[in-house]
């Protein structure tokens, strides 16, 4: 799904010296992108794992603003973290798969290299077949396959061109094959060749130092172009109010939308102390706010970019007002408003009132009041599909995790797709899953199988066949985030011996007009959901701008408990793809009575200011000091999830209290005590440093293996162990029957709707004839 704070200013004016420095050298950076590719859309999903590059040596001067620093910092990362999720298994004569890689738009690369893993079929002959290496569609390098050592696994350095790497770049494996010198069958099974995908790409790049412009933004502190976790300080120069820490998670959850699927983590500096390397976003108030940074006296909110004192490579982006609330004002300002921005310093004169937020209208969360077309998931173009072996097309569906679909139907889908029909007889379909688990397929009837004579007049030369088909999904296999892939499965037809030639001239497209319905499910949940929590923020994020949401924080709070409420932050801007313009910081005990808000407490280390919720909390951590409540969940193998949650339930059997040392973290859901139906989460930790911890499950998000879940998990080195699950209350409304259904079904759960409704007919029937006999009783006397 596009996100909506993604930059659209172009920075090649900003950048016009340094382009033209480097056209002799480097003509292919000034190649032309697709609007999606500058979009930063087509980059693909890594796993978890958080690439680092190695120490850089120290920059000593940097005499212009667009000189190119000499510094080489190494970047290595694996295929597999670049998107591909299987080895590449390359087949036929002209086999290939790709990757994607970007590079940031202040480096430019120096070297490039592959390290590759791979093996290749005995029966290649050597002399014919090769494996190339290519970037952007260029031959980088060929791979001789010689016979002594084919079938073996093998391992290869592949230097590559640095002039033909660009901002954005597709690194493609090809096969060419050949098994005799007669005629043979383009796709043989004895035609392969597999890289692995644990080979690794390595970059040296260097830095190109960027002017101090607001119209770059967020550019340098975050770039679409890097599929790195975003790593980005936040510095308190002088002012740790709960005003200044609003603002702080306004800027978090902003750069945590743009971040999406990389992650984002914002640790917390007090007292003004200025990150050793890289950028930071400084909060700052006060008449000379800017002071250290030689900026001009601030007369109201204000922003500014300046260069990071302590790294000449480094850029500060200052948040500034003369008190707190203007310092609000600016951030606001700059999570709304970020891309008109230009000049080093902007004074903002005035900002509306920003509108408030329905429930359920984040923007990166399909509508559920009415049918959702595939057009508004993904573009015209990823809906394409081309050749034998095209990529299938992938939808990102993301649900408000509270839709209710016990004893529901499935959800409609209303699929229209067009394909190219093939001679003769061919087995080819199109083939549908969720989550690559496999749910339905449709035959794509080759031309002499269509007898519909209608469908054969629409064909022409060089025409689609279109279809309409209707199918359902069980809505437990989307929520709350899942992938929809619709592959088209072109059969090869032979044609006998020396003559089959492949002609790669089939197509398949989605329509856009395809639709998924949800407008029938009800938004209904029983809570605690840490699953919910993890993956959606919900239900904190139910309003995108959680204008219903507070973050309580000890009176005095650690910087590592700041961290951990920013890395929310973004975690909650990543699922809505909207700023938390509206979210509510309260310090100390006072704010544990805000009966109008759900709340997420942060605490570590002394945690007396919770005494008084002490019989409402499932776990304790302060200190040496531990409770933890225990079901049998922690003896379960798995994870077991039904549409009925009830069913999945493990409530606590036992009580442990412990004293210990060891750093660990807890997530503890619960009704909170100052007002009925509304959420409390509970991140806690023994000590301010176990909060890192916590950082790191909120940064697992929803991972079925890695992620929060239950209603009390803990956390330590180990990784996340859910520890109960257990509901005591819901949020949301059921219609009158299906909530007596509901509740019923508690107590009864073997029953079945028509047992129930036979019952109840039952039970009317009963009525009316003791009514009637009643009446006739009194009749009679």
């Not at 073996?152 to 060419?176: D, G, M, W, Y």
């Not at 001679?423 to 339905?440: C, H, M, T, Y």
């Not at 509206?582 to 280390?605: Q, R, Y």
């Not at 940064?699 to 699950?725: M, R, Y």
Request: overall charge negative; aromatic content about 8%; charged content about 20%.
């Amino acid at each position: 799904m596009k996100n909506p704070f993604l930059s659209a200013h172009s920075i090649s004016s900003l950048l016009t010296a340094a382009a033209l420095s480097l056209a002799c050298a480097c003509p292919a950076l000034a190649q032309d992108l697709s609007a999606e590719e500058k979009a930063g859309l087509l980059l693909p999903r890594p796993s978890l794992l958080d690439n680092t590059s190695s120490v850089d040596a120290p920059l000593s001067q940097v005499s212009e603003a667009h000189e190119i620093a000499s510094v080489r910092p190494e970047y290595r990362y694996t295929l597999e973290q670049l998107g591909a999720r299987y080895p590449f298994n390359l087949r036929g004569i002209d086999g290939s798969d790709s990757v994607l890689f970007n590079v940031r738009a202040d480096e430019v690369v120096t070297r490039a290299e592959v390290d590759m893993t791979y093996s290749y079929s005995p029966a290649l002959l050597s002399d014919l077949s090769h494996i190339n290496v290519l970037v952007n569609d260029e031959v980088a390098a060929t791979i001789p396959v010689p016979r002594e050592e084919a079938g073996k696994s093998l391992r290869r350095t592949i230097e590559l061109p640095a002039h033909l790497v660009t901002e954005f770049n597709r690194l493609r494996f090809q096969l060419i094959g050949h098994y005799t010198l007669e005629c043979e069958d383009p796709l043989h099974s004895s035609l392969w060749a597999n890289i692995s995908n644990k080979s690794t790409l390595a970059l040296d790049v260097r830095h190109m130092a960027l002017p101090d412009d607001l119209s770059i933004l967020p550019l340098p502190f975050f770039d679409h172009r890097d599929s790195r976790r975003l790593t980005l300080p936040i510095v308190f120069a002088n002012d740790k109010s709960e005003a200044v820490l609003e603002s702080a998670g306004m800027v978090a959850s902003w750069f945590g939308a743009m971040a999406g699927y990389r992650g984002a983590q914002f640790p917390a500096h007090w007292d003004g102390a200025y990150p050793e390397k890289g950028n930071a976003v400084v909060l700052s108030q006060g008449g000379d706010a800017g002071a250290a940074a030689s900026l001009p006296a601030v007369s109201g909110p204000a922003l500014a970019i300046t260069t990071n004192p302590n790294d000449p490579r480094g850029k500060l982006l200052w948040v500034m007002g003369r008190d707190a609330q203007e310092v609000r004002l600016a951030a606001q300002a700059l999570v709304t408003g970020g891309v008109t921005l230009t000049g080093e310093v902007a004074a903002i004169q005035q900002l509306a009132q920003l509108a408030p937020r329905r429930p359920y209208d984040a923007p990166n969360w399909l509508r559920t009041d009415r049918p959702v077309k595939f057009g508004e998931i993904v573009s015209q173009q990823a809906l394409d599909v081309t050749g034998y072996n095209g990529a299938p097309v992938r939808l990102d569906l993301r649900l408000p995790p509270d839709l209710f679909g016990w004893r529901e139907k499935p959800v409609p889908v209303d699929l229209r797709y067009r394909y190219t029909p093939q001679p003769g007889q061919a087995n080819s379909s199109l083939l549908i899953s969720v989550d690559q688990q496999f749910l339905k397929s449709f035959p794509l009837p080759s031309v002499d199988q269509i007898k519909n004579e209608s469908w054969l007049k629409m064909l022409n030369d060089n025409e689609m066949l279109p279809v309409r088909a209707q199918m359902q999904i069980p809505l437990d296999r989307l929520l709350a985030r899942s992938e929809l892939e619709l592959r088209f499965m072109y059969d090869y037809i032979k044609e006998g011996q020396c003559r089959d030639i492949i002609i790669d001239n089939v197509r398949g497209r989605i329509d856009p007009d395809s639709t998924l319905d949800f407008s029938r499910y009800p938004h209904f949940m029983p809570l605690p959901d840490l699953a919910a929590f993890g993956e959606s923020g919900f239900p904190f994020t139910r309003l995108a701008d959680l204008s219903q949401t507070a973050v309580v924080l000890a009176g005095s709070p650690a910087a590592q408990d700041v961290s951990t409420y920013l890395a929310l932050m973004g975690r909650f801007g990543e699922s809505t793809g909207y700023p938390a313009t509206h979210v509510t910081v309260a310090l100390g005990e006072p704010g544990l009575g805000l009966d109008d808000k759900d709340l997420v407490v942060i605490a570590s280390g002394d945690q007396a200011w919770l005494k008084s919720w002490a019989e409402y909390m499932p776990a304790v951590l302060a200190g040496q000091s531990k409770r933890f409540g225990t079901s049998d969940l922690i003896f379960k193998p798995v994870g077991w999830k039904t549409p009925d949650p009830r069913e999945s339930q493990s409530r606590v059997r036992t009580d442990l209290s412990y004293s210990s040392s060891g750093d660990s973290a807890i997530f503890a859901g619960f009704e909170s005590p100052a007002a009925k139906g509304r959420s409390v989460v509970l991140i806690a930790s023994s000590e301010p440093q176990g909060q890192a911890l916590a950082v790191k499950a909120l940064l697992a998000g929803g991972d079925p293996e890695e992620g929060l879940k239950g209603s009390l998990a803990v956390v330590h080195d180990g990784g996340i162990t859910p520890l109960a699950s257990e509901y005591s209350y819901s949020i949301g409304k059921l219609g009158l029957w299906r909530s007596i259904e509901w509740t019923l079904a508690g107590h009864w759960p073997t029953v079945s709707p028509l047992q129930w409704l036979g019952w109840l007919l039952l039970a009317v029937l009963v009525l009316a004839l003791a009514i009637a006999l009643w009446r006739r009783g009194r009749r009679k006397t």
